[in-house]
């Protein structure tokens, strides 16, 4: 049927973004590098040049981060994977922490290495990423931050490492959790 593609999961015809509305999606001959956020056209000739040929801007339906943890109802989310494509932080903190941590039990996201140029515009590095996730969200990270000094191996064989998955789990209950009195943070710009 109609956005199924998966018995647990369900494919929607809408981007997801940290507000909601009408965005530009900019359009690359590589479809892995499209995106709502803007290509930072320095990077992309540094470390990715496969996505640095814009085809198109496209206006895209989105809805919010926080409305899409809300699809699950009252369910938890036992493990929820992100790749945004430069938005994976932006996402996260878009949703109050409160919320996540009550919502998703580990959260696996694509981070950038610090010692690298963001590919999008406004892209956090892992470590802001980590510090985050952290001292705000109250979550551990399981994994380390990429750099590129370390090159990647295989199909891009020679790249920097600038960009890795790293997995994050719900601190543990009676851990010390952080103490804020806001529930948003500023997102880079």
């Given at each position: 049927?109609?956005?199924?593609?998966?018995?647990?999961?369900?494919?929607?015809?809408l981007?997801?973004?940290?507000?909601?509305?009408?965005l530009?999606?900019?359009?690359?001959?590589?479809?892995?590098?499209?995106?709502?956020?803007?290509?930072?056209?320095?990077?992309?000739?540094?470390?990715?040049?496969?996505?640095?040929?814009?085809?198109?801007?496209?206006?895209?339906?989105?809805?919010?981060?926080?409305?899409?943890?809300?699809?699950?109802?009252?369910?938890?989310?036992?493990?929820?994977?992100?790749?945004?494509?430069?938005?994976?932080?932006?996402?996260?903190?878009?949703v109050?922490?409160?919320?996540?941590?009550?919502?998703?039990?580990?959260?696996?996201?694509?981070?950038?290495?610090?010692?690298?140029?963001?590919?999008?515009?406004?892209?956090?590095?892992?470590p802001?990423?980590?510090?985050?996730?952290?001292?705000?969200?109250?979550?551990?990270?399981?994994?380390?931050?990429?750099?590129?000094?370390?090159?990647?191996?295989?199909?891009?064989?020679?790249?920097?490492?600038?960009?890795?998955?790293?997995?994050?789990?719900r601190?543990?209950?009676?851990?010390?959790?952080?103490?804020?009195?806001?529930?948003?943070?500023?997102?880079?710009?």
């Amino acid at each position: 049927p109609l956005g199924h593609h998966h018995p647990r999961a369900a494919l929607l015809p809408l981007a997801v973004s940290p507000a909601g509305g009408l965005l530009n999606l900019t359009v690359t001959r590589t479809a892995g590098c499209s995106s709502l956020a803007p290509l930072n056209t320095h990077a992309t000739r540094q470390w990715a040049p496969w996505c640095h040929r814009i085809l198109e801007y496209r206006l895209v339906p989105s809805i919010t981060f926080s409305a899409v943890l809300a699809l699950s109802g009252s369910l938890p989310i036992r493990h929820l994977k992100l790749d945004a494509q430069g938005l994976d932080f932006a996402l996260v903190a878009s949703v109050p922490p409160a919320l996540l941590r009550a919502k998703v039990e580990t959260l696996e996201l694509e981070t950038r290495a610090a010692d690298c140029e963001p590919l999008y515009m406004g892209q956090a590095s892992c470590p802001e990423v980590v510090e985050y996730l952290r001292t705000v969200a109250g979550y551990d990270n399981l994994s380390s931050c990429p750099s590129k000094h370390v090159r990647n191996l295989g199909r891009q064989w020679g790249q920097p490492n600038c960009e890795r998955d790293i997995r994050f789990v719900r601190a543990a209950r009676g851990a010390r959790l952080p103490t804020t009195t806001s529930t948003t943070r500023r997102i880079h710009s």
